[in-house]
């Protein structure tokens, strides 16, 4: 059975620091996952309507309108060029995409897929669907003459919400180039930078002006608060894109068509991004003082939702002193050992919870 061969999901395994943070008195305040809680702006939600009466199938390569709205996006927002929007494939959120990338792109037994040495657990979870190998890595010379078919990045990170320099993705890209590996890139907290500012992958900066070999991962979760509407796309080389429709088409991995006119509406607007952004800074300015007060040291965290903090001891520990506080976290043991005496804390809590639980670390 598949499932057998699948880590248990980390966040089953909170039931007790929850139950321990829901007896507070002024109940739980849920920092453990990164899902939005600000109501989807209403130029996405007059998108989804104008298509809610539209019959037929939609297009598995989604409309043109949506390819070119992403194309647009990406050369505003993030200086992306070059782009062909025929290189622009929706897909049902990022996370199955990031899911089944491996699978789709035809890896399997024997080959190898290189995830961050502290990951989003679903990049270990696509290998693994797979048939693939996993290592752990973020510097390339503990790889040593290795020829992987696969080596994810993430910038902004989850959990650690570091941001890698154009520099070192260009690295990664011609390290992986030279080898005939493809470099895929989990992108949807890019437009979230606090002390650094994020760059694609898809950056001439990086790329050198060519895309093959690279593919970029895109959610509007984050940055729309479109987490209900399941709605990304991945973008890049354009054979790669070519190829990951294929198989699509033939299996039925289609976004609703209402869902893509949701998605061209919140890739036209910035207005409804930026005042996201500034919700986030916001919490995260009264969150960031408030861990530092009660003894945390936080690393990285440049960039994204979390807060990557410790005080060197378990990260279970941490997570149930935050418990006993009505605060329920991640600890960092769900994204890699090496996370092992760190905890996160997500953006995701509305402003009179966040400075709720400000005022219980005080």
């Known amino acids: 059975m598949i499932a057998a061969n699948l880590p248990d999901f980390p966040w089953d395994t909170l039931a007790e620091p929850k139950a321990v943070a829901g007896r507070h008195p002024g109940g739980v305040i849920d920092l453990s996952i990164g899902t939005p809680v600000d109501p989807v702006p209403q130029v996405i939600a007059d998108g989804l309507a104008s298509a809610a009466h539209v019959p037929g199938y939609p297009a598995t390569h989604g409309t043109p309108e949506l390819r070119e709205a992403a194309v647009a996006a990406l050369a505003r927002r993030h200086g992306v060029t070059g782009l062909d ?38 990049y270990e979870v696509g290998v693994r669907l797979a048939g693939a190998e996993l290592v752990r890595a973020d510097g390339l010379t503990a790889l040593g003459p290795a020829r992987p078919a696969l080596v994810w990045v993430n910038s902004p990170g989850n959990p650690t919400g570091k941001v890698l320099p154009a520099e070192h993705l260009r690295k990664v890209v011609d390290w992986a ?58 973008t890049g080389d354009p054979a790669l894109v070519k190829q990951l429709l294929a198989v699509r088409k033939h299996a ?26 500034s919700r986030f800074r916001a919490r995260r300015s009264v969150l960031l003082a408030a861990v530092r007060r009660a003894g945390f040291r936080v690393d990285h965290s440049e960039g994204g939702m979390y807060l990557w903090i410790t005080r060197d001891e378990d990260a279970w520990q941490t997570t149930a002193w935050f418990a006993e506080r009505g605060i329920l976290v991640a600890p960092g043991t769900f994204y890699g050992p090496k996370g092992a005496r760190h905890v996160r804390l997500a953006l995701t809590a509305t402003d009179e919870r966040m400075a709720a639980a400000a005022e219980r670390l005080a």
Do not use: N
């Not at 995409?97 to 897929?113: F, K």
């Not at 650094?196 to 940055?223: F, I, M, N, Q, Y």
């Not at 068509?257 to 996201?276: C, G, I, K, S, Y």
């Open 252 to 277: 039925g991995m289609i976004v609703p068509r209402p869902v893509q006119a949701a998605m061209t509406a919140a890739l036209t607007d910035d207005e409804h991004v930026d005042a996201q952004r």
């Open 85 to 122: 929007p025929a290189a622009v494939l929706p897909t049902i959120g990022s996370k199955e995409a990031v899911a089944l990338l491996p699978s789709l792109l035809g890896v399997g037994a024997g080959s190898t897929v290189v995830v961050p040495e502290l990951a989003y657990p679903t």
């Open 177 to 234: 180039r030279e080898r005939g590996s493809i470099v895929l890139s989990d992108e949807c907290y890019l437009t979230l930078g606090w002390d650094a500012e994020p760059v694609s992958v898809l950056h001439p900066d990086v790329t050198g002006g060519r895309l093959d070999g690279v593919l970029a991962v895109h959610s509007l979760s984050k940055c729309s608060s479109m987490a209900g509407y399941r709605a990304g796309f991945v």
